[in-house]
């Protein structure tokens, strides 16, 4: 179990990528006080965990009245995340996500940014969506479904402290640093993504 739940944490932490939100919230929140940017900070990880679990325990049960099998969703998912990663790869992902900001910056009547654009799509987004529901697709037994939620939630928990320690941790890491991390996780994940895509051809034609 514990292979799996480093495989699934792994997974979940490039795709939500923790430390790539915090740079983006210390910009929309840079006009906020300490205490309404942990609140929006707390308030956007709730929302995302609330939404990633709907998908993870009922995501299954919505493919089959939409009569989608798990195998067109696992290549289906896979071609996703494999996008997510050349995004962040050639370091696109980070400038839809600075333009994104940048737009809400732009409305000043949009003051709280906890359910948009942090909670949705930044955190629980396509591609951390299809993640979950592939991960627990592949779980078999309730020790494994257990494992994968316990991943999703130290993530999460990974995603609430670096939203606390935004500003901080932009100074630490420094642009530079923060590209490298960036382009290193991006093929490892462009690896587990084909992986799904070579799972979901598999069981398809096995």
């Known amino acids: 179990m514990l292979d799996l739940f480093l495989s699934a944490f792994i997974t979940l932490f490039v795709v939500i990528d923790p430390p790539g939100c915090a740079p983006i919230y210390a910009g929309l929140t840079a006009g906020a006080s300490r205490a309404q940017a942990r609140t929006m900070a707390l308030r956007a990880c709730v929302i995302a965990t609330a939404i990633l679990l709907v998908f993870a325990l009922v995501g299954e049960k919505l493919l089959g009245a939409l009569h989608i099998e798990l195998d067109a969703f696992r290549i289906a998912g896979g071609i996703m995340v494999f996008l997510i990663a050349l995004d962040m790869v050639f370091e696109k992902r980070t400038q839809r996500r600075e333009e994104r900001a940048e737009k809400i910056r732009e409305t000043p009547e949009i003051e709280d940014?906890?359910?948009?654009?942090?909670?949705?799509?930044?955190?629980?987004?396509?591609?951390?969506?299809?993640?979950?529901?592939?991960?627990?697709?592949?779980?078999?037994?309730?020790?494994?479904?257990?494992?994968?939620?316990?991943?999703?939630?130290?993530?999460?928990v990974l995603t609430l402290l670096s939203l606390f320690a935004a500003g901080p941790l932009l100074k630490l890491l420094g642009a530079r640093v923060e590209a490298v991390i960036t382009r290193l996780l991006g093929v490892l994940l462009a690896a587990l993504a084909a992986q799904y895509v070579i799972d979901g051809i598999k069981g398809v034609l096995g």
């Open 113 to 156: 940014v906890s359910v948009f654009p942090m909670a949705m799509p930044m955190i629980a987004g396509p591609g951390s969506i299809a993640t979950i529901m592939l991960l627990m697709g592949r779980a078999h037994g309730t020790e494994a479904t257990l494992a994968i939620l316990a991943a999703l939630a130290a993530v999460m």
